[in-house]
């Protein structure tokens, strides 16, 4: 998946207008805050939470595939928002595929990559759910990416974004019968950006609205709904699906009339 072009699945189901084709690893990098771009695993500590330490995965989350140098250990994360277009850390395999007992929502707020303290944007979780199936990407870091990885999404998704780490069972999409033990970054109803449940109309609104340091929540959503049509027609997402809809209705009313431009 890293870089590649995955071509569009005849009879995607039609919705967001998918540019040519996803590349899932590539692309214009999302603006970031003033100042020198920082490398993966670099980010400072920019907010006032404590100084939290990387969460370690538990031992057989990170025992998976031991390489050939014992305490070289293999692990998988999963992302199923922006990490599944924006991973920012270096992985050896990637892999598209699913979580079962979760369903993705737009109900964690975001003041600082997709948002503002005045404005905070809307970006996704998982919500506990039996019936649930959510698809995204594996990333297997191994060796030192182990640490690299895991110390730069503790600033991007814990310190800046309020997410916490769970351990979920990944299915590859190409070997669903070989299942994998996964790191997941889970924003809670407890952490303090949570904004929980609201209207599809409502959540699209504010996704319009709301734009932060990595650019505009539109975008996160776009390249979500790119990503999900990809996956085939066998990927449903309808909340996903409901809140494009509803941002392609709203969207005239965000767009200035010709009158209007011609008056700047
Ligand atoms: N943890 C989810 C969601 C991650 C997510 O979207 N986190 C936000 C933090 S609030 C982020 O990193 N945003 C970067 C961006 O919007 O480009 C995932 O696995 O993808």
């Known amino acids: 998946v890293r870089g590649t072009q995955l071509e569009r699945p005849s009879g995607a189901r039609p919705g967001v207008s998918v540019r040519r084709s996803f590349r899932a690893h590539a692309g214009d990098q999302p603006r970031r805050p003033p100042g020198p771009i920082p490398e993966p695993g670099t980010m400072k500590q920019e907010s006032a939470a404590p100084n939290t330490p990387p969460r370690s995965p538990s031992p057989e ?104 780490t769970k351990e979920v069972t990944f299915y590859p999409q190409d070997t669903p019968d070989q299942p994998l033990k996964a790191l997941a970054y889970v924003a809670t109803p407890q952490n303090p950006g949570y904004l929980g449940p609201a209207p599809e109309e409502a959540i699209a609104t504010q996704i319009l609205a709301c734009r932060g340091f990595s650019g505009h929540n539109l975008e996160y959503l776009l390249r979500l709904a790119d990503f999900m049509q990809l996956c085939g027609p066998q990927a449903q997402d309808e909340h996903l699906a409901a809140i494009v809809d509803a941002v392609g209705t709203l969207l005239p009313c965000f767009c200035p009339t010709e009158q209007a431009l011609a008056l700047v």
């Open 61 to 164: 989350l990170s025992a998976q595939h031991p390489r050939d140098d014992d305490d070289a250990q293999a692990l998988w994360i999963f992302g199923y928002g922006s990490l599944v277009w924006r991973p920012d850390f270096a992985y050896s395999d990637s892999r598209v595929g699913f979580v079962r007992g979760y369903s993705r929502r737009f109900w964690q707020g975001d003041t600082f990559h997709r948002g503002s303290d005045k404005m905070p944007g809307r970006v996704v979780t998982l919500l506990e759910d039996h019936e649930g199936c959510t698809w995204g990407v594996a990333y297997q870091v191994q060796g030192e990416q182990v640490s690299e990885a895991l110390k730069y999404l503790n600033v991007r998704e814990a310190v800046l974004g309020g997410y916490d």
